[in-house]
């Protein structure tokens, strides 16, 4: 027999969804003679019948509210947000002081900040467009990670691998071993982008490697083949972002992909001082200027 207290029953800020939710819930969760269990979004999204991204929305109100508090379990695949019942004791309309607070890796896909999911939603626009692929690939995406909610250390080159699954899923014919060899990172890039990581390491003794470098390296190979830059001229801004003299900027370039979004703004500095001092334009000789004053 499921129970469900009468004060849960009658609150008044519960939503069609959530209100749905809470038997589900009960039956899954609360089992006669035993302990209480708990539940994942997807087993209530199926018995629902509704997208797995409403019923995490809702689930995760009801955490706010004090409803519900979540768990995570390790799972053949991966760490999966499971959710049951706050003790009945805790039960109130007051908003919970972060029911997880345990578990604040930012690594997993749910516990991402508006920011980072708006830098990540921003860098997914930009992919798509640039291969000409649908936007709503990000939708795809974005509902399969919450679903599962992985954890990676670097969620824009997540992406970017969804988008090489779904380009090679819709290939009309293999690609050439030539095309192949000439969209890969060139050595030369691939060390610069090792340099680019020792740099950042040097700094931040909590700094954790890009499990997917060569993702890091494509965004130098797209500063050279689509911004026409050198390797001279991604050392240099490198260089100067890390010295006394960039500084200042540094917090703003964490990875690959904002040292490509920023070169612009890097380069100009770079190209503007020297040592400190400015420089004059390219072609103009100082003893000229003084002849013509």
């Known amino acids: 027999?499921?129970?469900?207290?009468?004060?849960?029953?009658?609150?008044?800020?519960?939503?069609?969804?959530?209100?749905?939710?809470?038997?589900?819930?009960?039956?899954?969760?609360?089992?006669?003679?035993?302990?209480?269990?708990?539940?994942?979004?997807?087993?209530?999204?199926?018995?629902?019948?509704?997208?797995?991204?409403?019923?995490?929305?809702?689930?995760?109100?009801?955490?706010?509210?004090?409803?519900?508090?979540?768990?995570?379990?390790?799972?053949?695949?991966?760490?999966?947000?499971?959710?049951?019942?706050?003790?009945?004791?805790?039960?109130?309309?007051?908003?919970?002081?972060?029911?997880?607070?345990?578990?604040?890796?930012?690594?997993?896909?749910?516990?991402?900040?508006?920011?980072?999911?708006?830098?990540?939603?921003?860098?997914?626009?930009?992919?798509?467009?640039?291969?000409?692929?649908?936007?709503?690939?990000?939708?795809?995406?974005?509902?399969?990670?919450r679903s599962k909610n992985n954890r990676s250390f670097d969620w824009c080159a997540e992406f970017e691998r969804w988008v090489r699954r779904e380009m090679v899923s819709n290939a009309p014919v293999l690609a050439s071993e030539q095309a192949l060899m000439d969209a890969k990172p060139t050595t030369e890039e691939f060390e610069m982008t090792q340099y680019f990581i020792r740099h950042l390491s040097s700094i931040d003794p909590q700094f954790v490697e890009p499990f997917d470098v060569m993702s890091w390296a494509k965004q130098i190979r797209l500063l050279i083949d689509t911004g026409g830059y050198t390797l001279l001229d991604i050392k240099s801004a490198i260089d100067w972002l890390f010295s006394a003299k960039g500084d200042w900027f540094r917090p703003n370039v964490p990875d690959a992909y904002h040292l490509r979004k920023h070169f612009k703004r890097l380069i100009a500095h770079t190209r503007s001082f020297r040592d400190g001092k400015p420089r004059l334009p390219d072609g103009i000789d100082l003893f000229d200027l003084y002849e013509q004053m």
Request: net charge negative.
């Open 1 to 145: 027999m499921i129970t469900l207290p009468t004060a849960l029953i009658d609150r008044d800020d519960l939503s069609l969804m959530e209100r749905a939710l809470l038997p589900l819930i009960a039956r899954y969760t609360q089992q006669w003679g035993d302990k209480p269990n708990d539940i994942d979004a997807s087993t209530l999204a199926q018995a629902l019948r509704h997208s797995p991204r409403e019923v995490i929305e809702a689930l995760d109100a009801m955490v706010k509210k004090n409803i519900l508090k979540t768990l995570r379990r390790k799972t053949d695949q991966g760490v999966m947000i499971y959710y049951t019942f706050t003790p009945l004791s805790t039960l109130s309309s007051a908003p919970a002081a972060l029911t997880a607070a345990e578990y604040s890796d930012s690594n997993y896909y749910l516990n991402l900040s508006n920011e980072t999911h708006e830098e990540l939603h921003a860098f997914a626009l930009e992919l798509c467009d640039r291969e000409g692929l649908r936007r709503e690939l990000y939708e795809d995406f974005n509902l399969y990670q």
